[in-house]
């Protein structure tokens, strides 16, 4: 199996497992071969939307679990884009069960879209995104809106 090895948050590595190249290629289709945050084309990346944990995985992720962004995006979740990447669903809080209740925003396209885990996205108002969010997150949401603005 392919692992990739990480730096946390914390700044110990860990290795990660590595969509199988099925998910990867129907990630970057289903993205548009662009980054959702935005809308670059060139050095393109997998972005693991969960945590995987200190130790990392060993279980490849599934779909609905990742999407495209670019080499300059992909880093900056976890610094200073970390409160647009929770509030956009770019990232998912490691606690949560299910990733197809987080909702992500597609900034090119300025749009939200529930992802499936058979690797559709489905389009959905600001108004249905903003209570999956709420449900799933309560009042951090809205501090992290707050955070991004």
């Known amino acids: ?26 990630t970057y289709e ?9 809308g670059a ?15 990392g995985s060993k279980v490849r ?5 990742g999407v495209t962004t670019c080499a300059v995006c992909n880093p900056r979740y976890e610094s200073d884009l970390q409160s647009k990447a929770l509030a956009c669903g770019w990232k998912v809080r490691g606690w949560v069960k299910d990733c ?6 597609y900034a090119p396209e ?5 992802l ?4 559709r996205r489905l389009a959905i108002t600001p108004v249905r995104a903003s209570a999956m969010m709420r449900d799933v ?8 809106v707050e955070a991004a603005a």
């Open 137 to 144: 997150y309560g009042a951090e949401y809205e501090a992290w």
């Open 116 to 119: 499936t885990a058979d690797g």
């Open 110 to 114: 300025l749009t939200w879209y529930e």
């Open 1 to 26: 199996m392919s692992r990739l090895s990480v730096r946390s948050i914390t700044g110990r590595w860990c290795t990660v497992a590595e969509p199988t190249p099925v998910v990867r290629a129907v």
């Open 100 to 105: 197809t209740a987080v909702p992500v925003f």
């Open 61 to 65: 992720p599934r779909y609905e679990q």
């Open 41 to 55: 084309r060139v050095a393109l990346q997998y972005q693991h939307r969960q945590a995987t944990g200190m130790g």
């Open 30 to 38: 289903r993205d548009r071969e662009r980054c959702c945050s935005c």
